[in-house]
């Protein structure tokens, strides 16, 4: 509730649309021992009440398809995991919600294969469709962002967005603890909005070492604002030039 609302203040007085995400469990842990969650039902609830105290709409990752129709009774997207993002059966349950459905790109996928994640949701009756970039699997230990993929992801006539954050990651490490790189969060924000980029993803955190998921790569709450308006810059700059936002 304090993020959501220290992030929505800001977001209104940039006058940047928000949707505002928080997982009510997060399934994919390196480790049995890590934290997975708070119990469906009343992260669900937690996540509804910070949308409506704050008037914007709110989105969770689903990871099976008897989830979709749970998380859709508290949220208005459906977020479909990197990992997942080829499951036939969670696309199709995400689509029959009728919610608005954004689709991580696999780490492991081209830019291209994601039409037919796209394909799968459209053909199921829901129009409603995002993708997000999150990077691609770099050797054992790290990602990289391929911005073509952005333009290439656009063709398909649906949003993208730069995940700025997750595609940071730098996971598999030893310990069984995900590293990040949060220093180049600003980088690939910026190389998102020149490439057309239609939305940014971040994780932010008032204390990033007191986070339960994704420490090592969360921004620091206080450095959000300012980041964002050089941002709001670059977007603009881009738009003068005639790229189509």
Do not use: W
């Not at 420490?215 to 603009?236: F, K, Q, T, W």
């Amino acid at each position: 509730m304090e993020i959501a609302e220290k992030v929505t203040a800001i977001c209104d007085r940039l006058a940047i649309p928000l949707i505002f995400k928080g997982s009510y469990r997060k399934a994919n842990r390196s480790r049995i021992d890590s934290f997975s969650g708070i119990g469906d039902e009343k992260a669900l609830q937690i996540l509804q009440k910070a949308g409506s105290n704050f008037g914007v709409p709110v989105t969770t990752d689903i990871h099976a398809d008897e989830e979709a129709a749970m998380a859709a009774a508290y949220v208005d997207v459906l977020q479909i995991p990197a990992f997942l993002c080829r499951q036939t059966s969670l696309l199709q349950a995400a689509a029959e919600t009728g919610k608005v459905v954004n689709i991580k790109k696999g780490q492991f996928l081209s830019p291209e294969a994601m039409r037919f994640a796209v394909d799968k949701v459209v053909d199921s009756g829901n129009t409603q469709v995002m993708l997000t970039e999150r990077g691609t699997t770099f050797g054992y230990q790290d990602l990289v962002v391929d911005f073509r993929g952005i333009p290439l992801m656009r063709e398909y006539g649906k949003p993208v967005v730069m995940d700025c954050t997750h595609s940071l990651q730098q996971p598999n490490q030893s310990t069984g603890v995900t590293g990040g790189r949060p220093a180049l969060i600003e980088t690939i924000a910026k190389a998102g909005i020149a490439v057309g980029a239609d939305g940014l993803f971040m994780e932010t955190h008032p204390r990033p070492q007191e986070a339960k998921s994704d420490a090592a790569n969360m921004l620091p709450l206080d450095l959000l604002e300012p980041l964002l308006i050089r941002l709001l810059r670059v977007h603009e700059a881009i738009r003068e030039q005639g790229v189509r936002m």
